[in-house]
């Protein structure tokens, strides 16, 4: 990359260097302004060219640039939400995250205190700096499992008309920002066309029109906005469970992954190389197997001389359950903590690439949930 080859020292690696140290500053200060952190992977897919088949899955990681750009994106988009408001105080369309009500704190606050740890959950600034210390060195993982269980706490975020909430309901809670709005995309969302038309309006270069400024029509838009937003995470879900379910389809492989939750007849396994997350049910046929016991306050589940914990490590084995030929779905099955009875030989690992692999493949990029 331009930014980090040490032999570019022209004035396009310089700016973009400058520009790097001042979104690093940005950075920082939305991080002591209560700004949250919160985990929210991609899933990267290799599709072969021909078959159009998932052939690769893996999770994306970010890098200074991926940071850089989201900063001034921010910066963009809080910038112009207060132009629009100073010049449109009554139908500015703007964007809200409501702070979540102590209770649906409950389990992420339970999850860390059976490591230790007491998030303090009184407001953002202090739920942001709690997790910040909360790392167990052993369990390198820890952390980011943590900030996903977080990030499920957390209430959507929402569109709305500025003239139908009181100011001190604009705020943006993950951001810390006491007022917000999308204004960088519209060329993939129309609450961003809306914001454009406003700005245009604002700094004179463009008209405004009846319906732009009528602050009931501006909200009945915000409204379906925010459903249609919702449907489009649905089917994002959806698609990225359907590409997960064609890439196994052939396959059964052993991978390390971390407990994520505790139920009281299933583990839910959180396995970070292809960003999966999924169920090994406590349940088998096999009257060898020793039965599992369920502790609920320490959410814990116990078989024999193996104990199951919040963000303990297993190793599973994935694979396809096509029982029922119309609903088939991923599965998980414990291959580590051996449990006699219940847990399943490993896999011979193989070391040959899975057919139909083309290095040229394309990659689809498809994003899980995130707060903005």
């Known amino acids: 990359m331009i930014i980090d080859d040490p032999g570019r020292q022209d004035a396009l690696a310089g700016g973009l260097r400058q520009l790097n140290v001042l979104a690093k500053q940005l950075k920082k200060y939305r991080k002591e302004q209560g700004a949250l952190t919160l985990a929210s992977p991609e899933v990267r897919f290799h599709i072969d060219s021909e078959t159009h088949d998932p052939i690769d899955i893996h999770t994306k990681n970010m890098i200074d640039t991926n940071s850089m750009v989201e900063e001034f994106m921010l910066l963009a988009n809080i910038s112009v939400a207060k132009r629009i408001h100073q010049e449109f105080p009554r139908v500015a369309c703007l964007r809200r995250h409501p702070p979540p009500p102590a209770l649906n704190y409950e389990p992420l606050v339970k999850a860390a205190a059976s490591k230790g740890f007491d998030l303090d959950i009184s407001s953002g600034k202090a739920l942001a700096d709690s997790l910040e210390t909360a790392v167990i060195p052993d369990n390198p993982y820890f952390n980011t499992m943590l900030r996903i269980q977080a990030t499920r706490c957390m209430m959507q975020a929402v569109y709305f008309c500025s003239g139908t909430l009181p100011e001190s309901d604009f705020m943006h809670y993950g951001l810390a920002s006491p007022i917000y709005t999308h204004f960088t995309s519209p060329i ?71 407990i994520l939750f505790v139920r009281k007849n299933a583990l839910q396994v959180l396995i970070p190389k292809y960003g999966l997350e999924g169920t090994v049910w406590l349940k088998s046929e096999n009257p060898e197997c020793p039965e599992f016991v369920f502790n609920e306050e320490e959410y814990s589940q116990t078989a024999g001389a193996a104990q199951f914990c919040l963000f303990d490590p297993v190793t599973v084995q994935i694979s396809i359950d096509s029982s029922n030929i119309q609903h088939q779905k991923v599965q998980l099955k414990l291959v580590k903590p051996e449990i006699h009875g219940f847990s399943v030989p490993a896999v011979a690992p193989s070391s040959t690439p899975p057919p139909g692999f083309d290095t040229e493949a394309s990659q689809h990029t498809i994003k899980k949930q995130r707060i903005e």
């Open 188 to 258: 993939r969302r129309y609450a961003d066309i809306l914001v454009h038309r406003l700005l245009a309006a604002a700094v004179g270069a463009d008209a405004t029109y009846p319906d732009l400024l009528e602050m009931k029509k501006l909200q009945n838009i915000c409204n379906n906005i925010n459903f249609r937003h919702r449907m489009g995470q649905y089917a994002g879900r959806a698609s990225v469970a359907l590409h997960t379910l064609l890439f196994f389809r052939n396959r059964v492989v052993d991978e390390e992954g971390y």
